[in-house]
């Protein structure tokens, strides 16, 4: 079992410029969370999917940021324009129907907006 | 609005020692408590969960303790270890809305040898 892969694992961009996240969860996995992790602001949910549907985006802190999940084994997390205070690491999570609550996290993908 | 308050938010225990973490919700609908360790570099892993049903549930040397009337929970570590070195993060959800957490600030844990 690969666990949930996130890419890319670091990511340095300028301000205004568009990233993309992508997270793979665990195979057979029919939930998908995305979580913000900051010192000052802890671990956030920012939105997640059941059956590739997202059910509840209440979290995504503005506009600029868009997730999709186009099939049962591929999200993204789009920011655009990118910002400074964007810079966190950023996780992707899985779970599935027998065990709805055990959530298996990916390695995260560390941001920095210059 | 921060539905669960962790303390402490550092805590340094020596070798062998017992470490605790204590956690307080607001919402009384939240029924599943977990605790998720987190080592540098990498993502939370569920280490231990409880549900209000029970007051205590024990895995090896990780206890949770949990008082429904007072809505706090505690972890607690017995013969701490410096492999248990971590960040410790407290949470809560509710089975209906598919378990959505709800993350304390996290607690960085330093076992010294």
Redo the contacts between chains.
């Keep these: 079992d690969a666990g ?1 892969i996130q890419s890319p694992r670091h990511e340095v961009t300028e301000m205004g410029q568009e990233v993309t996240l992508r997270c793979k969860p665990i195979s057979g996995h029919n ?1 998908l ?1 995305w979580y913000r992790q900051t010192m000052m602001r ?4 920012l939105i ?1 999917f ?1 059956n590739n549907v997202p ?2 985006d209440s979290g995504m802190p503005e506009d600029r940021f868009s997730a999709k999940m186009p099939n049962a084994s591929f999200s993204t997390l789009k920011i655009q324009p990118s910002e400074p205070r964007d810079s966190a690491v950023y ?1 992707c ?1 899985s ?1 599935f129907a027998g065990a ?9 993908t560390r941001l920095t907006v210059l | 609005q921060q539905q669960v308050k962790q303390s402490p938010q550092s805590l340094i225990v020596q070798k062998g020692g017992i470490s605790i973490i204590n956690c307080a919700y607001e919402n009384t609908a939240f029924d599943y408590f977990p605790w998720y360790q987190q080592f540098p570099g990498k993502g939370p892993a569920l280490l231990i969960a409880i549900r209000p049903d029970v007051s205590e549930k024990k895995e090896g040397r990780f206890t949770i303790s949990f008082n429904k009337s007072a809505k706090q929970f505690s972890l607690h570590i017995m013969d701490s270890q410096p492999g248990d070195s971590a960040t410790y993060f407290c949470a809560a959800s509710r089975q209906g809305s598919n378990y959505k957490l709800t993350f304390g600030k996290g607690t960085l844990l330093t076992v010294n040898p």
Excluded: H, K, M, R
């Excluded at chain 1, 802890?42 to 949910?45: I, K, M």
């Excluded at chain 1, 709805?100 to 995260?108: H, I, L, M, N, V």
């Design positions: 949930v939930s969370f802890g671990l956030e949910l997640y059941n059910i509840d996780f999570a779970s709805p609550d055990t959530q298996y996290f990916g390695p995260g």
